[in-house]
Each structure stands twice: as structure tokens, then as C-alpha cells.
């Protein structure tokens, strides 16, 4: 009998299409990562070279970066009993005594933890626990109204929430006037911000003028280097057709998103934390003259935070204009709708269009091609509306529903007028 092993190229092609729904037990049938949802990152091909699988978490790309995933996939096929459960089993961590402070100031966006925060809070740890013998704390400074519950999970050790009341709106002075506060009482050794358009980015180089410190902006890689005065440094990004800059890691540090995994093996104790000084009354210059209406229609969807994109499955667009238009959605398409003509080629969403990073991103009639699937990995929540129940996109949601695309729509405006018509009513009672 020969000794050449057989192939099985159904096997091999299962293997390099991860939308195939026996993606994962033919991973763990090439038994490189132990079986389960884990997925291979490598393995013998037919020619006798290694493979590789880019999609693994952990890849280490060509240029050195290790991948961050963040198309929900290794997570879309586990149930929520069981994601809940893997969540709880963390190992708990609780500093009581932390040798030094990272404290991180993050965007909140909506008033949960962001995808980019969280990316900021796997640097913070990354600082934090470079030295097991004296480990630091990761301490979080929530300014104004939130809604998260997960901050443990995110890798807080420390939590200091600011007054709700004092930190309504636009008030860059009062806000820079504190984090002084907390420079005086508690010193951190460092400030992570995120250099973002939300409001880290403004916040982080006012503090470092005020510290009279020269932070490091657009940082994408920190890594340990016993030749820097701090022991660390930084890679950050240069300018139009410039190299990047390598510097050592000062106390004030801006950092773009995708700057470090986010922490997900651990859950840390977030215990809350009070300035015994109080707040500082400050006499502002800038007056705050409210939030100015914007028509979502007019939002590039690289910015946009609600979109509602259509697809092949949309019949009547006249109903998914008036839903956009009611919900207050930026309008998003997918390529066989611009192609049909039936949305301008601005709005497609796609690795061919335009990647978006919405906070909710409800697809309708949309299957899920893989160029459009790339184009919204970094969207917060998808909602997938959908008349077939094993289409990629209905795998990738985070919430599908199984109907006619025209009637859910039609439903759901029906309900958001009723619940508005309501409110109004209960306003004009009081």
C-alpha cells in the first residue's frame, strides 16, 4: 500500500472559507489548535508547505502586526448561555496595592465602552503588568452620563466617574481643570487618550500643554525596550509620505485604535475611586450653545453611528427611504443595489466602498458577501433583516429577523411613530 497520503480537497476548501458552516469542525478535525471553536492557524498543504490561516486570532501579519479580529465570527456560533459562562470563568484579578497608576480617559461614545477604548485599555494593562512583582492599576476617568456595566470586563482595576451634572456638554476647560486634580492627588505614571475625533484626541493635547508634557500622538505600537529612559517605546505615524516615528514612551500618550488586543482572559475588579479635593470651579471662556441638528442623509458613512443599508432584498424603496427617514439613519447600500442603480456609489459599504465602524448597522436584505462583511467587521451591533435564515450576514448579526424586508420595515415605523405620538401626548399633558 502506498504510503502518500490521500488529500480530500472538499476538506481543504471548507478550510480557506470561513463562512462554510462546517468551518469549525474541520478546523478541529486538522487538530492543530484542540479542537473546539478555536480555529487552525496552521497546517500541512498538499505540496508539503505549512499553511497559514490569516484569519486566526493572534496572525502575525507580514509587516509584524499581530491581527485583531473583529468580525464577531469566532463568537457568532456560540450561544449566549455559553459566551456568559466562558465570560464568568475569567480569572478575577483585584490589585489592592498597585505600585503605580495608568490612568485612561475614554471617548464613551454613546455611552459605552467603544471598540478603540477597549483597544486603549489592553495598552493600559499592557503597561500595567509589565512587572508581576509590582504590578500597576488600570484606572478609567468616565466623564459625564454612561451606560456601561462591563468595565471589569475591559480591564479597569480603578474607577473614577465624574459628576454628571457639572459635565453636560462641551466643556473642555472644567474637564482639563480636573484631570489636573487627579494628576496633584494621585500622579499616574501615565495618561492614555484616544487619538480619536470624539473628543479624546482635543482632551489629550490640552492635558499634555497644562503638564507641560510632549505626547506621543497617532500611536499604534508600544513595545518594551530596556534602552529607553522609560522602558518602553512607541511607534506612532508620521506624516503624509513620511516613516513612521519611534520615540520613547512619554507620560502622555495618544493611541489610535488597534494599538493592542483588548483585554478578554481576565476580569478586573473596577472599584470605585473619589478625588478627596473635589472639583475645581473653573470660569469657562467657551460658552456651550447646544448640539446642532444634522441630517443624517448628509453624514459620510465613515462617520455615521446609525446606518440602515439596503440590499438585492429590498422591493419597494420607497418604504426603505421613509424608514431611514423616520429612524434618523444614515442610508447605506450594498454593491448589487448600486450597481441596480439604485443608490449612489457613495453609499456603498464594502471593502469596495466604504468601511464604516457604526455603532448599529442594520442590514437590510443584504445576504453577506465577504467584501461587505470586511466593510463592517467594526461595527459595534448588526441587525440582519432577512428572509433566508442561513445566510452569511444572518451568521454575523448580532440579532436577526426572519421576515420580508418590506413589512419589517413597515412594522417597525408603524411602532417608532406610535411610541413618538405617545410621548408627545405624555409632554403635552405635563
Known amino acids: 500500500m502506498s504510503e502518500i497520503i490521500r488529500r480530500d480537497p472538499r476538506r481543504?476548501?471548507?478550510?480557506?472559507?470561513?463562512?462554510?458552516?462546517?468551518?469549525?469542525?474541520?478546523?478541529?478535525?486538522?487538530?492543530?489548535?484542540?479542537?473546539g471553536s478555536a480555529l487552525a492557524s496552521e497546517w500541512m498543504g498538499p505540496s508539503g508547505l505549512v499553511r497559514k490561516n490569516p484569519r486566526a486570532v493572534g496572525f502575525i501579519g507580514p509587516n509584524g502586526v499581530k491581527r485583531i479580529d473583529r468580525s464577531g465570527h469566532q463568537q457568532g456560533g456560540q450561544s449566549s448561555a455559553t459566551t456568559t459562562a466562558a465570560r464568568d470563568s475569567r480569572r478575577l484579578v483585584n490589585i489592592e496595592h498597585p505600585a503605580f497608576l495608568v490612568a485612561v480617559v475614554p471617548d464613551m461614545s454613546g455611552g459605552r465602552l467603544s471598540s478603540h477604548d477597549r483597544d486603549l485599555l489592553g495598552l493600559a494593562r499592557q503597561l500595567a503588568d509589565a512587572d508581576p512583582a509590582n504590578p500597576g492599576a488600570v484606572m478609567a476617568i468616565v466623564i459625564g452620563e454612561h451606560k456601561e456595566t462591563a468595565f471589569g470586563e475591559a480591564g479597569i482595576d480603578r474607577l473614577l466617574p465624574l459628576d454628571v451634572e457639572r459635565f453636560s456638554g462641551y466643556l473642555p476647560e472644567l474637564t482639563v481643570a480636573t484631570l489636573q486634580?487627579?494628576?496633584?492627588?494621585?500622579?499616574?505614571?501615565?495618561?492614555?487618550?484616544?487619538?480619536?475625533?470624539?473628543?479624546?484626541?482635543?482632551?489629550?493635547?490640552?492635558?499634555?500643554?497644562r503638564l507641560s508634557e510632549r505626547p506621543a500622538a497617532q500611536v499604534w505600537q508600544v513595545e518594551a525596550n530596556a534602552e529607553s529612559a522609560t522602558g518602553w517605546r512607541c511607534t506612532t505615524r508620521g506624516a503624509a509620505g513620511r516613516d513612521d516615528i519611534v520615540r520613547d514612551l512619554p507620560r502622555v500618550v495618544l493611541a489610535l485604535a488597534e494599538c493592542a488586543d483588548p483585554v478578554s482572559e481576565t476580569r478586573h475588579a473596577a472599584d470605585p475611586v473619589a478625588l478627596s479635593q473635589g472639583m475645581p470651579d473653573v470660569l469657562g471662556r467657551i460658552e456651550d450653545m447646544g448640539e446642532v441638528a444634522v441630517d443624517p442623509a448628509n453624514v459620510s458613512l465613515a462617520e455615521a453611528e446609525f446606518i440602515l443599508s439596503a440590499g438585492n432584498g429590498v422591493k419597494d424603496w420607497d418604504s426603505y427611504h421613509h424608514a431611514a427617514d423616520v429612524l434618523g439613519a444614515t442610508k447605506g447600500a450594498s454593491r448589487v443595489a448600486v450597481d441596480d442603480g439604485y443608490m449612489p456609489r457613495d453609499r456603498q459599504v464594502g471593502a469596495t466602498g466604504t468601511w464604516v465602524s457604526a455603532r448599529v448597522y442594520v442590514a437590510v436584505g443584504i445576504s453577506g458577501a465577504i467584501q461587505h462583511l470586511q466593510g463592517i467587521q467594526s461595527c459595534d451591533k448588526v441587525v440582519a433583516v432577512n428572509l433566508d435564515e442561513g445566510c452569511d450576514m444572518v451568521k454575523r448579526a448580532d440579532l436577526a429577523v426572519i421576515g420580508d424586508a418590506s413589512a419589517v420595515l413597515a412594522a417597525l415605523v408603524k411602532r417608532v411613530e406610535e411610541y413618538r405620538a405617545e410621548q408627545q401626548e405624555n409632554r403635552d399633558a405635563a
Open 12 to 35: 481543504e476548501w471548507i478550510a480557506r472559507n470561513r463562512l462554510h458552516p462546517e468551518y469549525d469542525n474541520v478546523l478541529a478535525a486538522l487538530g492543530v489548535n484542540g479542537g
Open 181 to 209: 486634580g487627579v494628576e496633584r492627588e494621585l500622579a499616574p505614571r501615565y495618561w492614555l487618550l484616544p487619538d480619536s475625533t470624539l473628543g479624546g484626541g482635543e482632551l489629550g493635547r490640552r492635558l499634555a500643554a
